[in-house]
C-alpha cells in the first residue's frame, strides 16, 4: 500500500494545525515540539472586576483550545513518523495490516478496528 496520499493529507493537517495553534499559543523556546498558550493582555490595575474576569475567561478558552490543537498535532506527527520508520498501516497491538478504509476515515489510526474497540 503507497502512502503518499496519506502522507500529503497529514502534512496539511499539521500545516492548519500548526497556524491555528499559532494563533492562541507560541512554541516552547526551550521545548520545540511543545507550545505554551499566549495570555491575553491583563492589566492588573483593572478596577473594573467583570474586565478582569473576561481576560480569564478568554485565557481559559485560549488553554482549552491550546490543548486539544496541541494533542491532535501531535497524533498527526505521530502517524507521520509512523510513515517514515515503516509502521504506518499496521496494527500497534498485533502488526496486521490496517485495513485501507479505515486509514482513508482516519488518517491518524493506529490500530485495526478490532483493537481500537480494546483496551490497549
Excluded at 498527526?76 to 510513515?83: E, G, M
Aim: contains cysteine.
Amino acid at each position: 500500500m503507497a502512502f503518499e496520499e496519506f502522507k500529503t493529507r497529514l502534512l496539511e493537517e499539521k500545516a492548519k494545525l500548526e497556524k491555528s495553534l499559532g494563533e492562541v499559543a507560541t512554541k516552547n523556546p526551550e521545548n520545540p515540539n511543545d507550545w505554551e498558550v499566549k495570555a491575553p493582555e491583563m492589566n492588573p490595575m483593572v478596577s473594573d472586576q467583570s474586565e478582569l474576569a473576561d481576560a480569564f475567561e478568554e485565557l481559559e478558552s485560549q488553554a482549552g483550545l491550546e490543548w486539544e490543537l496541541e494533542g491532535r498535532l501531535k497524533k498527526v506527527n505521530a502517524a507521520l513518523a509512523r510513515i517514515e520508520e515503516g509502521s504506518y498501516g499496521k496494527c500497534a497491538v498485533d502488526g496486521a495490516a490496517i485495513d485501507e478504509q479505515r486509514l482513508l476515515a482516519n488518517p491518524l489510526a493506529d490500530t485495526c478496528v478490532k483493537h481500537s474497540r480494546s483496551e490497549r
